[in-house]
Structure formats: C-alpha cells, structure tokens
C-alpha cells in the first residue's frame, strides 16, 4: 500500500510540475502572439519618443490651472505625502506632449493604407 502511495504522490507532483511548466509555455507564446501584429519601432526611436513624454511632461503640467485637477493629501505622523491627484482636462496635456512628438518625428501614412488608396485610384 505505501509503494503505491508514494507512486501516486510522485505522479501527481510530476503532473503538477508539467501543468506550471505548460503554463508558463502557453504564457510565453500568449505574449509571443500578441507581439506579433505589433507595429516595430527601433530602439532609438522609442528613446526618442521617451525622451519627448519625460522631458515634456513638466512644461505639459505647468499649463494647467489649479481648476484642472484635484489634489488629495495625506498626513500620517510628521509626514505630508500625496495621496491623489485627479485631472479633469487631460487632453491639453496630451495634445502638449504630442505636438512635441510630432516635432520630432515624420509621420508617414501606413503602407496598407497607401496600397489601399492607390488601388482604388
């Protein structure tokens, strides 16, 4: 009886141990899949890009007024820490961040969608 136990209890960690590891393959081609139809972008044009959000982020914020946002602070002890912030408006900071992206960059249309006009040209 306890030789069969033990057979059983090694098969079920066996299994176990075969689930999680098709588990994670079934996750690692998930994410595979989805990156798939993915626009590509180079390396130093995404820091371009991330270089334009982060540089401009504070000049995009100092636009708005104190009616644009609420802002919600916590005190616990000796300490004042922020616990909230809520914008109403964030379409200006959006479109501030975007215009410098735009500076940046030379937008091209998509090649379906060039392929797409000119076939029905």
Do not use: W
């Not at 030789?3 to 066996?14: M, P, Q, R, W």
């Not at 626009?39 to 991330?50: F, G, H, R």
């Not at 379906?112 to 029905?120: I, L, P």
Request: charged share 30%; proline share 1%.
């Amino acid at each position: 009886m306890s030789d069969s136990k033990e057979l059983l209890e090694a098969t079920v960690k066996g299994l176990q141990e075969k689930c999680e590891q098709l588990t994670n393959d079934l996750q690692a081609k998930r994410r595979e899949l989805e990156n798939i139809n993915k626009p590509k972008i180079s390396q130093s044009t995404y820091e371009m890009v991330e270089e334009c959000i982060f540089d401009n982020m504070q000049g995009a914020l100092e636009g708005l007024s104190e009616n644009n946002y609420d802002l919600e602070l916590e005190l616990s002890g000796m300490e004042l820490g922020v616990y909230g912030i809520d914008f109403h408006d964030t379409n200006n900071v959006s479109e501030y961040i975007m215009e410098q992206v735009n500076a940046k960059f030379n937008v091209v249309e998509d090649e379906e969608e060039e392929t797409t006009t000119t076939d029905n040209s």
